[in-house]
C-alpha cells in the first residue's frame, strides 16, 4: 500500500511505518498530526494518513492495563 503513494505526496504515519516512509518532504506522526506547516507558516492537512491500526491496539491496550495498575497500586 505504501508503494501506492505518490511520491510528492505529504503523510501521516504511525511509527512503524515512519521508516519507510523518510524520503518524503513532509511526514508527521499519526495519530498525533494530520495538518503540518510549510515553511511560509502555512497550515495544511496531509495528503495521505497510513496507519497499522494493530500497532495501535497492542499500545493501546497496554496503555489500559498500565492505568489500571497504577490505580490499583495507588489505592
Known sequence: MINTI???????????????LANREVLIRFPYNIHYQDQSGQQFPVDW???????????????????????????
Open 6 to 20: 505518490p511520491s510528492g505526496s505529504s503523510v501521516a504515519a504511525t511509527t512503524g511505518l515512519i521508516p519507510h
Open 49 to 75: 494518513v497510513v496507519a497499522n491500526l494493530q500497532n495501535q491496539i497492542m499500545f493501546q491496550t497496554f496503555i489500559k492495563s498500565a492505568k489500571v495498575w497504577r490505580e490499583t497500586s495507588d489505592s
